[in-house]
């Protein structure tokens, strides 16, 4: 069993930065891939960004790509997701998902987090 819980979240300027938080319980934490995914409004969740369990492979959507990076610290037991050069095409909520492998956590994660909200102004 992994439990999630997101942090970080807020309302920001557009060009601004953010940096969400992923703080996994469990001894495991290692040994799952972590994604991040993102729900804005009216509009069902989409992938954002995934990292395998040893950060040394990662993966991103198109329309983050060169803007947000995903890590992973291990020994604390938690994910990040570094937002840079925010548009306000990126608010939505922004949960964490915990998998397997890299193809269970984008196609079918095993847990989530609650989620937190990031707002981007214009």
């Known amino acids: 069993q992994v439990q999630l819980v997101e942090s970080g979240g807020g309302l920001v300027q557009a060009g601004g930065s953010l940096r969400l938080s992923c703080a996994a319980s469990?001894?495991?934490?290692?040994?799952?891939?972590m994604a991040w995914f993102r729900q804005a409004p009216g509009k069902e969740r989409k992938f954002v960004a995934a990292?395998?369990?040893?950060?040394?492979?990662?993966y991103y959507a198109d329309s983050v790509k060169g803007r947000f990076t995903i890590s992973r610290d291990n020994a604390k037991n938690t994910a990040y997701l570094q937002m840079n050069s925010l548009k306000p095409e990126d608010t939505a909520v922004y949960s964490c998902?915990?998998?397997?492998?890299?193809?269970?956590?984008?196609?079918?994660?095993?847990?989530w987090g609650q989620g937190t909200q990031v707002t981007v102004s214009s």
């Open positions: 998902a915990a998998g397997p492998s890299t193809v269970d956590v984008i196609t079918t994660p095993g847990y």
């Open positions: 990292i395998s369990w040893s950060g040394g492979s990662t």
């Open positions: 469990g001894r495991t934490f290692s040994s799952y891939a």
